[in-house]
């Protein structure tokens, strides 16, 4: 069910992957899958990544929101990888500097790590127009 918030047990680590498989709406407008620390809404919790799929604009842009305070979103990518009304993957690697992007197993792009304690890590929230299928 959408919108979906879940724990990360020990929170992340390298080598931890976070797998997220669903199906987009038919007539979508975006979708959003964010790691944060901790459900907390206000304050607001910090969002170590935030992916974000743009339809309209065919983006996947990226960011994170430590203290309140939003980075600098990242957009490019080499190809929009979303359909709507198909099926997706997507993988999150935790790697010691960064994470990284896989869609239907194929490398999309990095995120290097903008909260150092990763262990803090402890949340997945996923919202928009998909369905989910599996977590992982």
């Not at 959408?2 to 975006?30: Q, T």
């Given at each position: 069910?959408?919108?979906?918030?879940?724990?990360?047990?020990?929170g992340?680590?390298?080598?931890?992957?976070?797998?997220?498989?669903?199906i987009?709406?038919?007539?979508?407008?975006s979708?959003?899958?964010?790691?944060?620390?901790?459900?907390?809404?206000?304050?607001?919790?910090d969002?170590a990544?935030?992916?974000?799929?743009?339809?309209?604009?065919?983006?996947?842009?990226?960011?994170?929101c430590?203290?309140g305070?939003?980075?600098?979103?990242q957009?490019?990518?080499?190809?929009?990888?979303?359909?709507?009304?198909?099926p997706f993957r997507?993988e999150?690697?935790?790697?010691?500097?960064?994470?990284?992007i896989?869609?239907d197993g194929?490398?999309l792009?990095?995120f290097?790590?903008?909260i150092?304690?990763?262990?803090?890590?402890?949340?997945?929230?996923?919202?928009?127009?998909?369905?989910?299928?599996?977590?992982?």
């Amino acid at each position: 069910i959408v919108p979906f918030c879940g724990h990360i047990k020990g929170g992340m680590r390298p080598g931890k992957k976070i797998l997220v498989m669903g199906i987009v709406d038919l007539n979508p407008e975006s979708f959003g899958i964010s790691l944060t620390c901790g459900e907390s809404e206000d304050p607001p919790a910090d969002v170590a990544i935030e992916l974000k799929a743009v339809f309209t604009e065919r983006q996947f842009v990226r960011n994170s929101c430590v203290a309140g305070e939003w980075g600098e979103e990242q957009s490019s990518i080499p190809y929009f990888p979303f359909i709507p009304d198909q099926p997706f993957r997507v993988e999150i690697l935790c790697e010691h500097p960064r994470f990284r992007i896989f869609v239907d197993g194929h490398q999309l792009f990095d995120f290097y790590h903008r909260i150092e304690t990763l262990s803090a890590i402890d949340t997945i929230k996923i919202n928009g127009d998909l369905q989910l299928t599996k977590l992982g």
